[in-house]
């Protein structure tokens, strides 16, 4: 695996409270990525970063927010979480080639 | 955003080759086709990538159209731990952040 780690890997809150994701790399790559996976839909981009503070948003962008205070870590937030958040969300780093490096995920349940 | 179609599912024997083919009709000259494969519950996996050339590795081999709309993965010899979902994906341009735009993919499920 190309050094990826995610924390939490299972977390399960309440509707309404935030959640920090987060995402960790040792390749120092600059490009990361968050994802996120529901049944019938494969994986959708939330936001990406190209650098230190360098984000922008993706597909399924809102409510969610992302920052990047360092090239290894690039975290995601959910300020209010909510039933629809429920869902598999992975991180990914891109190598020299643009192939992209996925975490192992983490399994967010929102009651 | 060039879009590709895949068939939903497929089956292949152990030890036989799995052709999996993919349209992207309306790929730009400057895009990649990019495979990964994801196996069940796990992040997807790099599989191999190019632009116009036929390019293998030590996963697989990818087969492009001379006109580009169309390639096929090749797994040489299937195993039983090559069932996964295939998703074959063109690559937007990277000054748009290389973004990869994941489709629902083809189902391979190999069967001793």
């Known amino acids: 695996d190309a050094g990826i780690t995610q924390s939490p890997r299972h977390k399960v809150t309440e509707t309404g409270t935030p959640v920090t994701l987060r995402c960790h790399q040792t390749?120092?790559?600059?490009?990361m990525y968050w994802y996120r996976q529901d049944p019938g839909h494969g994986l959708r981009l939330i936001h990406y970063?190209?650098?230190?503070?360098?984000?922008d948003k993706g597909e399924v962008s809102d409510g969610y927010s992302v920052s990047r205070s360092k090239t290894e870590d690039f975290l995601l937030t959910l300020e209010s979480a909510t039933s629809s958040q429920t869902s598999v969300y992975f991180c990914?780093?891109?190598?020299?080639?643009?192939?992209?490096?996925f975490g192992p995920g983490t399994r967010l349940t929102v009651l | 955003d060039a879009k590709t179609t895949q068939p939903p599912s497929m089956d292949c024997a152990e030890g036989r080759a799995a052709n999996l083919p993919c349209n992207h009709s309306?790929?730009?000259?400057?895009?990649?086709v990019y495979w990964y494969r994801q196996i069940h519950s796990q992040g997807p996996q790099y599989i191999i990538h190019?632009?116009?050339n036929n390019e293998t590795n030590e996963m697989a081999s990818l087969i492009i159209t001379e006109d580009r709309k169309s390639s096929t993965l090749i797994l040489p010899h299937a195993t039983l731990r090559d069932t996964a979902v295939y998703y074959c994906?063109?690559?937007?341009?990277?000054?748009?952040?290389?973004?990869?735009?994941f489709g629902q993919g083809t189902e391979l499920s190999v069967k001793p």
């Open positions: 190019g632009l116009k």
């Open positions: 390749e120092n790559h600059r490009y």
């Open positions: 970063s190209y650098g230190v503070k360098d984000t």
């Open positions: 994906i063109v690559r937007v341009p990277y000054n748009q952040g290389g973004k990869l735009i």
């Open positions: 309306t790929i730009s000259g400057n895009e990649y």
């Open positions: 990914a780093i891109s190598g020299q080639y643009n192939e992209q490096f």
